[in-house]
C-alpha cells in the first residue's frame, strides 16, 4: 500500500516549512534561548516554591518554560515544531494532550521524562546534544473535555519544568487556554496565503506526475480553508480517480473545518437532505445538541403564532426522546443509536425549523452557554450530595446518594435543624445585636461538626431547600449576607484549629510510641 502522502511529503527542514515565518523565527529563538537561560539551574521552580514560580511564571517580563502554538487545524504548527526541534538537536517527546485529559493520566505520562537522568543533566557541560529533551503536547485544547484538574497538572509541570514545554492547541479562546496562556509564551499562526499554498501544492503535483488545473487547484485550497493537510489527502484520494470539476472539489470540502456556529446554521438549509443534516451532530456530537436545545425558542420568534406553537411541540417533542436516546447510549455504550440520535436531537428540529424560517446565519446562534451552566451545576450537586451522603453515613445516618438527595436534603428537616438559629437573624435589626450574632454562628458550627456538614453543604442545603413554590423566601428567610460570611470566616477558623491539633496529637503519639526491641543475636552453635 502507498504512503499516506502527508507523510511522505511532511516538512524535514525549516525551508520546506509554508508562512509564518515571523511565529516560526519566535519558536527557533525561544529553543535557541532555553540552554544560555537556564545554564547551571539545578533546582528550578522547586527550589522558590510553587507560588513563587507560578508568579514568575505568569509575568510578562519573566523567560517563559513553554510556548502555546495556536491556530486552524492543518496549517503546520505540529510540523513546525517536530522541524525546530529537530534542527537544534532536540530529543523529541511527543504526546496528544486531548488522550491523557486528566490530573493523573497526565501525571502518569510525564513521570518518565521528569524522573530521567537526561533532565537532571540536560545543561551539563558533558551532556550530547541529541539527549536534550523537548516534551511537544498537542492537542492542549482538548484535556478539559475529560476529568477535572488536567490543564491545572500541565500547569504545574510548566511551573517545575527543567525543560522546554511546546503546547500546540487549535482554540485558544476556550477558558482552559487562556488560563494556561498565562504561563506560556503565546506563539499564533495563520493560514497560509492561497497563492503561497497553491505553488507549494503545484511541485507537489508535478512531483506525483498529475494534470490538475490550476484554477481548480485554487479552488481546492480556498474551499478547505488553508487546510494543508486536506488539501493534500484529497489530492491523493483523487489521484487515481481522473479528473475533477469545480462542483466535485465545492462538494468534498470537508464539514470539519467550519466553526460550531456554522455547521449548524447549515443544518438548517432550506431543501437539504436530513442525512447532510445528521452530518453537523456528528461534528461534536455531545455540543451539537445543546446549540440546537438553547436557539430553536429564538429562531421561532419569527414564526406566526399559530404554527409557532405547533413547531415549539415537535421540536421539544423531538429533542425529549432524544433525551431518552442519549441516556440509553450513555448507559449501554451501544452507539448504533447515534443515527437516530442526531436525527431526534439535531436533523428533526433543524428540519422543521429550516423550513418555517428565512434562514439562519451563524452569527443568530448563540454559544450554549445557560445550558452546559445547568448541566455543571446540576454535576455539582450530585457530587457534593453523594459527599454528603458518604459523611452521614459515618455519623450513623444510614443512606446511599439518592435516598440523601430525597428524603434528608429534600424534605429540609436537616436545613431546618442546622438553620434554626440563624434564621431568626433574619428578622429586622437582630443581625445588628454582635453578641447574638457571634452566639448564634458558633451554635450553628457546632451542629455542622456534629452532623458532619461542611461550609460547602450548607449550600447545597440551601438550594435544594428554597427550590420550588418556597423560593425566595416564602418557606423560610433567608439569611443575611454579612452574616453568611462571618459563618464562612468562622467555619474556616474552627476547621484551621481541628487540624492542627490533629497534627499535634499525630506527633505525640509518635514521640510515645513504643519502639521494637531489637532481636537478640545467639551466638551460633560450633
Known amino acids: ?139 492542549v485544547d482538548g484535556m478539559s473535555q475529560g476529568d477535572r484538574g488536567g490543564v491545572q ?27 494556561l496562556t498565562q504561563y506560556c509564551l503565546p506563539i499564533p499562526f495563520f493560514q497560509p496565503d492561497p497563492d503561497d499554498l497553491v505553488r507549494r501544492i503545484s511541485l507537489l503535483v508535478q512531483k506525483e506526475g498529475l494534470t490538475v488545473d490550476p484554477t481548480l487547484l485554487r479552488v481546492l485550497v480556498e474551499e478547505n480553508r488553508g487546510d494543508i493537510r486536506q488539501v493534500v489527502h484529497s489530492l491523493q484520494t483523487w489521484s487515481g480517480e481522473g479528473a475533477k470539476s469545480r462542483d466535485d472539489i465545492h462538494n468534498a470540502a470537508k464539514l470539519p473545518n467550519l466553526s460550531m456556529a456554522e455547521s449548524v446554521a447549515q443544518a438548517f438549509e432550506r431543501g437539504r437532505p436530513i442525512t447532510d443534516r445528521r452530518e453537523a451532530y456528528f461534528k461534536d456530537t455531545g455540543m451539537t445538541p445543546f446549540y440546537l436545545y438553547d436557539n430553536y425558542l429564538t429562531l421561532l420568534r419569527e414564526v406566526r403564532p399559530g404554527p409557532q406553537q405547533f413547531l415549539m411541540g415537535v421540536v421539544s417533542e423531538s429533542m425529549s426522546f432524544g433525551e431518552i436516546l442519549g441516556d440509553a447510549i450513555g448507559s449501554t455504550q451501544n452507539y448504533s443509536i447515534a443515527p437516530h440520535h442526531a436525527v431526534a436531537t439535531v436533523a428533526g428540529p433543524a428540519m422543521a425549523i429550516g423550513n418555517a424560517v428565512r434562514g439562519v446565519r451563524p452569527d443568530q446562534l448563540t454559544f450554549p452557554y445557560e445550558v452546559l451552566g445547568k448541566i455543571s451545576k446540576t454535576n455539582k450537586q450530585v457530587r457534593l450530595t453523594g459527599e454528603i451522603a458518604s459523611r452521614l453515613s459515618a455519623k450513623g445516618v444510614m443512606c446511599d446518594r439518592e435516598a440523601c438527595a430525597t428524603d434528608v436534603l429534600g424534605s429540609g428537616a436537616l436545613y431546618e435543624r442546622i438553620n434554626a438559629g440563624l434564621s431568626t437573624l433574619a428578622t429586622p435589626g437582630a443581625a445588628k445585636d454582635k453578641e447574638l450574632v457571634a452566639r448564634i454562628v458558633d451554635e450553628t458550627i457546632d451542629r455542622m461538626v456534629e452532623a458532619g456538614i461542611s461550609r460547602e453543604d450548607m449550600d447545597v442545603l440551601a438550594d435544594r431547600y428554597f427550590v420550588g413554590p418556597g423560593k425566595g423566601g416564602t418557606k423560610a428567610a433567608k439569611v443575611p449576607g454579612a452574616v453568611s460570611a462571618r459563618l464562612t470566616r468562622e467555619y474556616n477558623k474552627r476547621m484551621a484549629e481541628y487540624s492542627a491539633l490533629s497534627k499535634a496529637k499525630a506527633k505525640k503519639v509518635k514521640a510515645f510510641a513504643v519502639k521494637p526491641e531489637k532481636p537478640v543475636k545467639r551466638p551460633k552453635k560450633k
Not at 511565529?23 to 529563538?29: E, F, K
Not at 496549517?75 to 491523557?100: C, P, Q, R, Y
Not at 509541570?157 to 482554540?171: A, G, K, L, Q, Y
Open 1 to 139: 500500500m502507498d504512503a499516506l502522502w502527508t507523510d511522505k511529503y511532511r516538512p524535514q527542514h525549516r525551508s520546506e516549512l509554508i508562512a509564518n515565518e515571523s511565529a516560526i523565527s519566535t519558536l527557533y529563538r525561544w529553543l535557541e534561548s532555553w540552554v544560555e537561560k537556564y545554564k547551571g539551574e539545578t533546582q528550578g521552580a522547586e527550589s522558590q516554591g510553587i507560588r513563587d514560580a507560578k508568579k514568575k511564571a505568569k509575568s510578562s517580563e519573566g523567560f517563559k518554560r513553554a510556548v502555546l502554538i495556536s491556530g486552524p487545524p492543518g496549517i503546520g504548527k505540529t510540523s513546525t515544531a517536530l522541524v525546530a526541534a529537530k534542527e537544534l538537536g532536540f530529543s523529541i517527546h511527543e504526546m496528544n494532550a486531548s488522550d491523557v485529559r486528566s490530573k493523573g493520566s497526565l501525571e502518569e505520562h510525564v513521570k518518565h521524562l521528569r524522573d530521567n537522568q537526561t533532565i537532571s543533566h540536560f545543561f551539563g557541560a558533558r551532556q550530547a546534544k541529541t539527549s536534550r529533551p523537548v516534551l511537544i503536547m498537542d492537542e
Open 153 to 179: 497538572e500541565l500547569i504545574s509541570i510548566i511551573v517545575e519544568s527543567r525543560i522546554p514545554i511546546i503546547c500546540i492547541c487549535n482554540d485558544d479562546e476556550k477558558q482552559s487556554i487562556k488560563t
